[in-house]
Nanobody, 117 residues
């Protein structure tokens, strides 16, 4: 079990940058996969970026080249660096922790990112 707390959401102009943080209540070293998801008004939640224990990362096509996910095991924190933000990046961003076996998922409460034109 783990509790996740996101922070860093804000109002920013298009073209700007933000860094989101996800602080975990326990060590993240053994969590198989951590990730960032987002949900815009009227839309389904979608995957933004994933990072695995191996360090392998995966990104949604819409954010490739602009967003970077990273993890600091010593601080039990996962980050999402977001550059060249677009209006369409506006959403609530959620942190996720996933174990492969037994399969389990935990979510944070979300942090609002608003990008203005």
């Amino acid at each position: 079990q783990v509790q996740l707390v996101e922070s860093g959401g804000d109002l920013v102009q298009a073209g700007g940058s933000l860094r989101l943080s996800c602080a975990a209540s326990r060590t993240i070293f053994s969590i198989n996969r951590m990730g960032w998801y987002r949900q815009a008004p009227g839309k389904q939640r979608e995957m933004v970026a994933l990072i695995f224990t191996s360090g392998f990362t995966n990104y949604a096509d819409s954010v490739k080249g602009r967003f970077t996910i990273s993890r600091d095991n010593a601080k039990n924190t996962v980050y999402l660096q977001m550059n060249s933000l677009k209006v369409e990046d506006t959403a609530v961003y959620y942190c996720n922790a996933h174990w492969n076996w037994p399969p389990d998922d935990y979510w944070g409460q979300g942090t609002q990112v608003t990008v203005s034109s």
